[in-house]
Structures are given as C-alpha cells and as structure tokens.
C-alpha cells in the first residue's frame, strides 16, 4: 500500500518516471491482495500512457519553439516586409507551442513565452518604423505645399528609409519625391527680372548711354540766317 500512495503522489505530480517505478516495485512484493495487486496494476498502465502523452506534447512544444526560433534568426538578415513575415511566423510558432497541453514543464513554458515576447517586440518595432515613414510622408506634403521643395525631398527620403513594409506608401513617396525634384528645378531655373532695367519700349535689354544722349540728351539747333 505505501508504493501504491507514492506511486499516485507523484503520478499527480505528473512525475510519471517516478509513479512508474513505485507501482512496479508494489508489484514486484508479491502482493497477495488480488485487489490491490490489481490496482497497482492499473495505476501502472495509466502512468505509462500519461508519461507517453506528455513526453509527445514536450516534443511538439518543443518542435514550435525550435521553428519559431529559426524565424526569428532569418528575420535578423531580412529588412522590411521580409522581416515582418519572419516575425509574425515566429510569434505563430510560439503561440502553437504554448497552446500545447500535457506537457507539465515549466521551464519549456516559460522559454516560449520569453521567445513569443521578443518576436512581439521586434514585430511592433517594424510597425513603428511603418508609422514613422507615414508621418514623414505627411511632414513631406506640408513642406510641399508651403513651397520647401528641399526640405519635402529629404523627409520624403527619411520615410522611405523605413516605409519598406507597405508597398503603396513606397510608391507615394518616390512619386512626391520626383514632383518635389521637378518643383525645385522649375523653381531654381526661372530668373527674377529687375523691373529697373526694362525700358519704356518693354525691352529687358539695358539702354546704351551714348544712343540715349543722341535722343535724348541733344537740344534742337536753329538754322543761321544771313543777314
């Protein structure tokens, strides 16, 4: 009967190695309680099949963790869209391994939820990166209409830095960045004309000095007559 009550203490402690060797030891007395060797005997098949399932869930929570982990590792060589895919494969991976049930081990558990929340924190990190590229698109059309065409092409250039994840804002930006481009050109290559050097005929041609002393600066002469 002791190895009976140590064999059920420790399969309730899903210690099943242990409960397994108490039950065969009560077994291995000779009891000669038909009912209890009985017993025994029972307790003994149902350890062996709870440490069998519980070794199976070890193993898949393991194999999660295992795949959600070399996500994470080939997110570390990837930028953009690419890493954000890596991520959230990562952090699928990690959630199956901790919906795993039966595996009795802590310290499995809490290495999956130590991964799960690095690839969660890497994810929000690409997100952030996401929202700043938006923000510099928006900053980028302010300065475009306030007529800062340079200030418009280098916020347009700081969000593609990191806007890689959404194609369409990618798009935007290399559009707004060709049309400040072409804004600052137009601007740069006009000529303000001082209103000073144009002439009374419209000419913006300045008037020669000695051409505006024959016309201008010459009084009329009168003839002599003879007396």
Known sequence: RAAMAAGEASASAHEYEEAIASFHAGLALGVDNADLA???????DDA???MVARDAARVEAESRLEAGQAALASAESEEGSAASVLHEEAITAFNAGLAVEGTYDQALTERLADALQTAE???LEQHALLDQARDKYEQGQAAMTASQYAAALELYREGLEHGSDDQALVEQLQTTMREAHEMMQRRDSSTDIDPATVSESGSSEPEDPELAADSHGVEDVEPEHET
């Open 38 to 44: 009985q017993q025994l005997q029972a307790a003994l």
């Open 48 to 50: 062996d099949a709870a």
């Open 121 to 123: 924190a890497a994810l």
